[in-house]
Nanobody
Framework: QVQLVESGGGLVQAGGSLRLSCAAS????????MGWYRQAPGKQRELVAV???????NYADSVKGRFTISRDNAKKTVYLQMNSLKPEDTAVYYC??????????????WGQGTQVTVSS
């Protein structure tokens, strides 16, 4: 059974930084893209950043230049370094692992979410 465990969320003042981590465990033969999404109260879940297996990255316009996504394939871990945080970054952040090949087939997996709150 595959599990994604997130850590690193919390409360920070505007202008501060946080680093989120998401580690996958279980019998995983291979996987493709890893990403971070977020969902603010009353809003739909949105893509924050995604990184391909080869390291190509894509960011939401709202976080470009402030957030950096990275991954460690050997550790099956994805990171999100968040700098210059703004109150509008407040949301529950979810990690996503796409194209995960296990004994039962290929599917995507989601973490349980970690709260990020930025105070003004």
């Amino acid at each position: 059974q595959v599990q994604l465990v997130e850590s690193g969320g919390g409360l920070v003042q505007a202008g501060g930084s946080l680093r989120l981590s998401c580690a996958a465990s279980g019998t995983i033969f291979s996987f493709n893209a890893m990403g971070w999404y977020r969902q603010a109260p009353g809003k739909q879940r949105e893509l924050v950043a995604v990184i391909s297996r080869g390291g190509s990255t894509n960011y939401a316009d709202s976080v470009k230049g402030r957030f950096t996504i990275s991954r460690d394939n050997a550790k099956k871990t994805v990171y999100l370094q968040m700098n210059s945080l703004k109150p509008e970054d407040t949301a529950v952040y979810y990690c996503n692992l796409d194209g995960v090949l296990t004994t039962t087939g290929i599917r995507e997996y989601w973490g349980q979410g970690t709260q990020v709150t930025v105070s003004s």
